[in-house]
């Protein structure tokens, strides 16, 4: 049930500082990798989130509270896992 969350660098900066180290969602965004690419020219900076449905739930709670802006791309995530059966 992996759930990947892609989410922009200041975004990613912001949630980590501002969820408790102990937490679950924590642990996933320490685990984040680093990602560049570019789409149609857009260039994308960021990290890439792999977490459980209760970590994304945590983050989801997180970015809603400290980076509002970043709920859709989590919430995006989300319905991708369940799309493609993984929850």
Do not use: N, W
């Not at 890439?48 to 709670?61: F, H, N, P, Y």
């Not at 995006?76 to 369940?82: C, Q």
């Amino acid at each position: 049930m992996e759930i990947i969350i892609k989410i922009a660098t200041g975004h990613y900066e912001r949630l980590r500082s501002r969820i408790p180290g102990e937490s679950p969602a924590h642990q996933a965004l320490e685990r984040a990798t680093r990602i560049d690419y570019s789409v149609d020219g857009v260039l994308f900076e960021g990290y890439s989130v792999s977490c459980d449905d209760t970590q994304a739930g945590l983050i989801r709670e997180a970015a809603e509270r400290y980076c509002p802006v970043a709920v859709l791309e989590i919430d995006k995530a989300i319905r991708h896992a369940r799309d493609r059966g993984a929850l």
